[in-house]
């Protein structure tokens, strides 16, 4: 089971204390609790669009409070993490080489912060920690079963390259029918562009909606309806519900994205 926005499950609130000291942060303890707004984790560097609990400074002055924040990922005590689908352990590095570009075999994203890395002749390895801690394999509600793959010979149903894309790296959730597939790096950057866009869509009218981080829910009659015979838009209908159940895998929350717009997506590639 996965946790509601702003959550943690049992089994994890077990994992993450409630306060954490970072010997790097001048300001200590940190508190767990849920964010209050997207903001840029101040160990991997990453900008985070949910407001699931993190650790945050809560050291205020005559001027401003402390903005830091901290995924419960992102723990300097960590030493090393083994992974089991590329039978890989990675090691916990706080500072990156200066002048060195590092890229997360997970996303395909820049690494700039804090990170875990394998050392390999010929071929090093970097990933973000929250990247580092993606699910290995989950099984939606209606049974299909999804992997995390570094390599696929399906196709991403999202910008249409095998799951070993030759355009950038990134690892891929693909179905035990190898019929839906979809990069890590191509649902991050949709879901972040398009988060990004409501939030500034948000600012500039009055009207209700939804608040920055949480995305809209499909309605049930939205643009496209399934119809007895039509495989093609049963095929499209189970590509939305795959996709948004991805991002819940990636993402670590429920945030559907509305399925007209993962339907125009689709239509894109």
Not at 201 to 208: E, K, V
Request: charged share 25%; aromatic share 10%; glycine share 8%.
């Amino acid at each position: 089971m996965f946790a509601g926005a702003g959550e943690l499950s049992s089994t994890e609130m077990e994992l993450y204390p409630r306060q954490k000291v970072i010997n790097s942060h001048p300001h200590s303890p940190l508190i767990l609790k849920p964010a209050q707004k997207p903001y840029h984790c101040g160990g991997c560097k990453e900008y985070e669009i949910d407001l699931r609990q993190c650790y945050q400074c809560e050291h205020k002055d005559v001027h401003q409070k402390c903005d830091f924040h901290l995924h419960v990922e992102c723990d300097p005590s960590s030493q090393s993490i083994w992974l089991q689908f590329i039978n890989c352990t990675f090691t916990f590095q706080q500072e990156a080489p200066r002048g060195k570009k590092m890229v997360c075999d997970g996303c395909g994203k820049d690494v700039r912060g804090w990170f875990y890395q394998y050392l390999s002749r010929g071929n090093p390895r970097y990933l973000h920690p929250c990247c580092a801690k993606l699910p290995f394999k989950r099984t939606d509600k209606g049974g299909m079963v999804l992997d995390l793959k570094e390599k696929t010979s399906s196709v991403c149903l999202i910008c249409g390259n095998e799951g070993n894309s030759k355009d950038f790296r990134s690892w891929v959730y693909v179905s035990r029918c190898g019929n839906y597939c979809y990069h890590v790096a191509c649902v991050k950057g949709k879901v972040e562009r398009w988060n990004k866009e409501e939030a500034s869509n948000q600012q500039q009218s009055s009207g209700a909606g939804t608040s920055s981080g949480a995305l809209v829910r499909r309605a049930p009659n939205q643009e496209i309806k399934t119809r007895r015979g039509e495989k093609a838009l049963e095929y499209l209908e189970m590509a939305v519900d795959i996709f948004n159940f991805v991002v819940l895998l990636i993402f670590g929350i429920s945030i559907p994205v509305p399925f007209g717009l993962v339907i125009k997506w689709l239509k894109r590639k």
